[in-house]
């Protein structure tokens, strides 16, 4: 089932779910800051920082227009991943280093 079938219900659940994930992680962690980093394609938009109590609007907002959302925790970074449906999923060292997937990563169908 693709995330544009999810149900709101469904959809609720991973918001609450990421939501708690994150508040661990910062429990767990002296972070420095925490970023949304969107990704287009292959290609990582602008990213910027927010504050901790930005987390859940931002993730709920994502997750509803129908994007794909992940946690990449680095030692003092919390880093909101949102990517575009269908894919591809950028690979957590792409995400680390804030950079662009290379062309050469093959997306979800293999392209």
Request: aromatic letters at 10%; charged letters at 30%.
């Amino acid at each position: 089932m693709s995330m544009h079938q999810l149900s709101i219900e469904n959809m609720e659940d991973q918001v609450e779910r990421l939501i708690k994930d994150a508040q661990n992680l910062i429990e767990d962690r002296d972070l420095s800051e925490i970023i949304i980093c969107p990704y287009h394609g292959r290609e990582r938009g602008d990213y910027f920082n927010i504050s901790e109590s930005e987390i859940e609007g931002r993730v709920k907002a994502s997750i509803f227009e129908g994007y794909y959302v992940d946690l990449i925790p680095t030692l003092t970074q919390l880093i909101v991943c949102v990517w575009e449906y269908p894919g591809p999923k950028p690979e957590e060292e792409y995400v680390k280093n804030l950079i662009d997937i290379p062309s050469f990563v093959e997306d979800l169908e293999g392209e």
